[in-house]
């Protein structure tokens, strides 16, 4: 079964920083896209960011020009880095992936934005 740990969620004034860690394992993590998400209270779940196994990156517009999505592929991990935080930054952030087509998500991180 494969894992995602999510990991460096926490509270951060608004223009802050922090930058997220998802743990993969059980999966041949160097050949699969990765992906954050995140929802926030009251809303629907949302894509934030993306990479392929190449590097590749993709963003929400919400985030483009602040967040950074990265891998490791030697440690089988994600990274999130996120710069100029704003409230509305406030969420659950999860990892996912996508192995031989099944959908695994990881038990989410909370980031919460407010002075």
């Known amino acids: 079964q494969v894992q995602l740990v999510e990991s460096g969620g926490g509270l951060v004034q608004p223009g802050g920083s922090l930058r997220l860690s998802c743990a993969a394992s059980?999966?041949?993590?160097?050949?699969?896209?990765m992906d954050w998400y995140r929802q926030a209270p009251g809303k629907e779940r949302e894509f934030v960011a993306h990479?392929?196994?190449?590097?590749?990156?993709t963003y929400a517009d919400s985030v483009k020009g602040r967040f950074t999505i990265s891998r490791d592929n030697a440690k089988n991990t994600v990274y999130l880095q996120m710069n100029s935080l704003k409230p509305e930054d406030t969420a659950v952030y999860y990892c996912?992936?996508?192995?031989?087509?099944?959908?695994?998500w990881g038990k989410g991180t909370l980031v919460t934005v407010s002075s």
């Open positions: 996912y992936a996508r192995p031989a087509g099944i959908n695994y």
């Open positions: 990479i392929t196994s190449g590097g590749t990156t």
């Open positions: 059980r999966m041949i993590f160097s050949i699969n896209p």
